[in-house]
């Protein structure tokens, strides 16, 4: 599919990515099950927690973005990945409304947070991660709030089948070139649903 | 149902289809019984009507405004459209904003799969909130010993405080504080449990349609509500009929 830096065979370029949540949808991306094996003849996995690239690749078709934004290197992540993809997919719960990855913001910053968990925890000794894990943001937020966003997939995991609903439509409209909203509307309002 | 009495008698179209409705009956209710479905929240049949949440709110022709169609009794000739581009909009705005005012985490909720503001975002295609999210520090009222309230999970429809007030009696509830700080209080701001007039019947529970309200103990996903119980007492109370109804988990 990709016709600039990638790798050109004709195929698409999907990636994944996993910012603030619990890497349910991407168990719930494996329950594909067969279709995966279909997947894998249409489309390259050419980033994600399922690959083992460092650095968001360039050229992408696809990218579902787990999880909110909830620390720097999520950030980080997000603006490289919108840089480097043609569409975007808001990807379960947690990137579509920030669900209980968000849960923190209820605490203010995340400082009282951090003290509840880690000070106040009777097991942990008392300390506070400082050294290799990043900075916390003030808040976590969904990815639309960073990012212009060009499908979104509710749900707490979004089943496979709705997963994969969506990956065809969105498949089908870049082939076609088609623009995606047109592509994702019919998904609607069976498809959409939280929780 | 408010529905007069003898046979109905004023003509009216609903999204093109045409209907005899009753003296006194609301456009909702004539749309109801011709089957056609108005998204709803703070309505109840079998309690009064309070049109707060203004999700069912439909086009009449030569009306430059919208109309409650819960509180808008049907006239002769009304040509009424239920559902446009325009009104779908509206409403999915309005659920976005009830998203947004609350803690609405459905994964972690006891009413995920059981709740009318979840079916309602999948009715008018929500898919994500346009608006920021506010976060509230909402209290949650778990004195009583049967029932549990979490505020941050309301959409103050009213329902409870209606049913307690109208077919209970009892009057526990009132909406306390103003604006963005409203909320369910029991007995004037009192904690739930300390409260005398609570007769622990369990019907505000029941008609709550989202899980601010919830039974002791239910896990997540694991609430049911019944809200079609109401219809089902006022009907035996002002009829003296009680008739066949599947009955709620």
Redesign the interface.
């Known amino acids: 599919m990709s016709n600039g830096n990638g790798a050109g065979n004709g195929k698409l370029r999907i990636a994944t990515a996993w910012l603030g949540g619990c890497s349910g949808c991407h168990m719930s991306f494996l329950d594909l099950d067969e279709f995966l094996v279909d997947l894998a003849g249409m489309a390259d996995l050419v980033f994600g927690p399922l690959t083992d690239t460092k650095a968001f690749p360039p050229d992408v078709d696809i990218t579902l973005v787990e999880g909110a934004v909830t620390n720097e290197d999520n950030r980080e992540l997000a603006f490289a990945l919108r840089e480097n993809t043609r569409v975007v997919v808001?990807f379960g719960?947690c990137a579509?409304?920030?669900?209980?990855t968000?849960?923190r913001?209820?605490l203010g910053e995340p400082e009282p947070m951090l003290q509840r968990v880690y000070v106040e925890h009777p097991d942990l000794d008392g300390q506070l991660p400082s050294e290799v894990v990043p900075a916390l943001l003030p808040m976590a937020e969904?990815l639309?709030?960073l990012i212009p966003?060009d499908a979104?997939?509710?749900g707490?995991p979004p089943s496979a089948e709705r997963i994969k609903t969506t990956i065809t439509a969105l498949a089908q409209a870049l082939i076609d070139g088609e623009p995606v909203p047109k592509a994702t509307e019919w998904l609607?309002?069976?498809e959409?649903?939280?929780? | 149902m408010s529905r007069g009495n003898g046979r109905p008698s004023i003509p009216v179209t609903i999204d093109g289809q045409e209907a005899m409705a009753y003296e006194g009956e609301t456009i909702l209710d004539v749309a109801t019984r011709i089957g056609v479905r108005i998204p709803r929240l703070c309505y109840l049949e079998g309690l009064s009507v309070w049109g707060g949440c203004r999700l069912c709110l439909v086009e009449v022709e030569d009306d430059p405004r919208y109309r409650l169609s819960c509180a808008t009794p049907v006239v002769a000739e009304m040509a009424v459209t239920t559902t446009n581009w325009e009104l779908h909009n509206h409403r999915r705005r309005i659920v976005e904003m009830l998203?947004a005012e609350g803690?609405?985490?459905?994964?972690?909720?006891v009413s995920?799969?059981d709740?009318e503001l979840?079916d309602l975002?999948?009715?008018?295609?929500?898919?994500?909130?346009h608006y920021?999210?506010q976060?509230p520090?909402a209290s949650v009222d778990a004195s009583h010993p049967k029932y549990v309230l979490d505020r941050e999970r309301c959409v103050l429809c009213t329902r409870c405080v209606r049913v307690c007030n109208e077919i209970e009696g009892a009057h526990v509830w009132d909406v306390g504080g103003r604006g963005s700080d409203s909320m369910i209080v029991a007995e004037l701001s009192k904690p739930w449990g300390e409260s005398p007039s609570c007769t622990w019947c369990g019907k505000c529970v029941l008609v709550c349609p989202t899980g601010a309200l919830a039974f002791k103990g239910r896990a997540v996903g694991e609430m049911r509500h019944d809200p079609a119980v109401i219809d089902f007492l006022k009907t035996a109370r002002d009829e003296g009929k009680w008739y066949e109804r599947q009955e709620a988990r």
Not at chain 1, 96 to 100: A, D, H, I, L, P
Not at chain 2, 121 to 129: K, L
């Open positions: 808001s719960d579509v409304t920030g669900n209980v968000a849960l913001n209820l969904p639309h709030e966003i979104y997939m509710p707490c609607f309002p069976d959409a649903r939280f929780g | 998203f803690n609405h985490i459905c994964a972690v909720c995920n799969g709740c979840q975002a999948a009715e008018t295609d929500v898919d994500h909130i920021d999210l976060h520090d």
